[in-house]
Each structure stands twice: as structure tokens, then as C-alpha cells.
């Protein structure tokens, strides 16, 4: 199964290496991407389920069950405030 975190290169910017911040509780994690179009930068956040196969490898899944909802939510509301500090800076256009 592919990564869920090997992100497609943006049009307009060279290849990214990975997510700009990755937060996790327990098997559950997000990770939020950084991309720019049109000189604004805007964010995306994808979620995944870490678990292990037979042979001991670790791979992901972007389904969930019922005991993975709260921390689900609990990740989505932890990188909804990241963004919103990362986008609360000055902007130039509301400056003077």
C-alpha cells in the first residue's frame, strides 16, 4: 500500500518532502500539507491509521473504526488550530 504521506508535487513549487507538521494519538495520525497557488499559501490535512501486517510491517489506512472517532476528531481539531495560528500572522494587505 502506498503512503499517505508521499504528496503529489504542486503545480507551482518544486517537490515537497513531507507534511509540515504530523500529529498523532496513538495509531491515529494527521498530517498537514503546505501548498501555494496564486501567491497564497492554503492547507490540507490528511488522516491516517497506522497498523501492522503479519510479517511486522507497518503500513496505513484511511478507514476507521468506532474506537478511532474520538481521536479522529480530537486530531482534526488539533491541526484546525495549528493552521489557524500558522494563518493568524500579519497579513501585508491589512497592514497601515
Known sequence: MASKYAPPAPPNRPSSSGPIKTLRLGRIKAAVWEN????????????????????????????????????????????????????SGPRSDEQG
Request: with cysteine; charged share 30%; glycine share 4%.
Open 36 to 87: 501555494g497557488a496564486d501567491q497564497r499559501m492554503f492547507y490540507n490535512v490528511t488522516f491516517a491509521r497506522t497498523y501492522m501486517d503479519e510479517a511486522n510491517k507497518f503500513h496505513d489506512a484511511d478507514s476507521f473504526g468506532r474506537d478511532d472517532l474520538l481521536l479522529l476528531s480530537k486530531l482534526a481539531d488539533q491541526a484546525h488550530t495549528f493552521i489557524c495560528e500558522r494563518t
